[in-house]
T-cell receptor, first 108, second 115 residues
């Protein structure tokens, strides 16, 4: 079952902040975050492991609440280059399953 | 350069004509998988493989086959394509099983149109 992401879409002005949420109905080993530009492959941003360890991007942060199986991606002081579709992925025993995505548009 | 390579990038075919999309990775990854991406539906997993000769169904396996005879290659086979398989396909690989602790690397995608 796919993780559920919210919001589906968001429009920001440069410099504004955004939060994207991801929720899973099943227990996850880790949560991934990827960004996809139109017509391109998804690009890895961050992975959050059980126990709190994070690996990934310097300018983007995220959290993972293991009890609630919820993760949030925090985009601060957004730049035009942040535009794209963001996917969260839930890693279980054998599968990496993605949400439907959140389309982020940053305008000048 | 570490990469996942898919071929072809674009393909237009007719209903019922068998086709294969190839995927190859040069990172010695054990885990490989195939996804399809459709507007509004995100990335949905078709099949995955934990190692050579070990494959299993993902969430949308109907109409697809895979094989894993070598560690580096994981082809996707559509034996009798139908228009509802028109989609953008991605191959991905990761070092560990199910990408539990390491990132997934994606190929550049194959845009398939079945008419």
């Amino acid at each position: 079952q796919q993780p559920v992401q919210s919001p589906q879409a968001v429009i920001l002005r440069e410099g504004e902040d955004a939060v994207i949420n991801c929720s899973s109905s099943k227990a996850l080993y880790s949560v991934h975050w990827y960004r996809q530009k139109h017509g391109e492959a998804p690009v890895f941003l961050m992975i959050l492991l059980k126990g709190g360890e994070q690996k990934g991007h310097e300018k983007i942060s995220a959290s993972f609440n293991e009890k609630k199986q919820q993760s949030s991606l925090y985009l601060t002081a957004s730049q035009l280059s942040y535009s794209g579709t963001y996917f969260c992925g839930g890693a279980g025993s054998y599968q990496l399953t993605f949400g439907k995505g959140t389309k982020l548009s940053v305008i000048p | 350069e570490a990469q996942v390579t898919q071929n072809p990038r674009y393909l237009i075919t007719v209903t019922g004509k068998k086709l294969t999309v190839t995927c190859s990775q040069n990172m010695n990854h054990e885990y490989m998988s195939w996804y399809r991406q459709d507007p509004g539906l995100g990335l949905r997993q078709i099949y995955y493989s934990m190692n050579v000769e070990v494959t299993d169904k993902g969430d949308v396996p109907e109409g697809y086959k895979v094989s894993r005879k070598e560690k580096r290659n994981f082809p996707l086979i559509l034996e009798s394509p139908s228009p509802n398989q028109t989609s953008l396909y991605f191959c991905a690989s990761s070092l560990d099983r199910g990408a539990r602790v390491t990132e997934a690397f994606f190929g550049q995608g194959t845009r398939l149109t079945v008419v």
